[in-house]
Nanobody
Framework: VQLQASGGGLVQPGQFLRLSCAVS????????MGWYRQAPGKLRELVAT???????AYADSVKGRFAVSRDNANDTVVLHMNSLKPEDTAVYYC?????????WGQGTQVTVSS
């Protein structure tokens, strides 16, 4: 199973970014897809997840600013990040849960700075 993430980059506070991740190589359906992030010196934390039936969950710090969605036909998950803040700066990892196993993408850097 491979996860290929795209998007990320350097933006100013208040701006918008879109992250996308495509999952390939799985013979089984993907239970949960989502995004985690890890800032320097901190543990990896959940950002947002979405189940195969569209149920979503968000970290309190991103509620109302971020939106996660998935395309089951193409096994992709997208994270729309609005009103970005400097504290959103981190490496973002896409994640897929398949038969209770966790798979990770390579990580993409998001930097929010003026």
């Amino acid at each position: 199973v491979q996860l290929q993430a795209s998007g990320g980059g350097l933006v100013q506070p208040g701006q918008f970014l879109r992250l996308s991740c495509a999952v390939s190589g799985s013979r089984f359906s993907i239970n949960v897809m989502g995004w985690y992030r890890q800032a320097p010196g901190k543990l990896r934390e959940l950002v947002a997840t979405v189940t195969s039936i569209g149920e979503t969950a968000y970290a309190d710090s991103v509620k109302g600013r971020f939106a996660v969605s998935r395309d089951n036909a193409n096994d992709t998950v997208v994270l729309h990040m609005n009103s970005l803040k400097p504290e959103d700066t981190a490496v973002y990892y896409c994640n897929a849960v398949i038969l209770s196993l966790y798979y990770w993408g390579q990580g993409t850097q998001v930097t929010v700075s003026s």
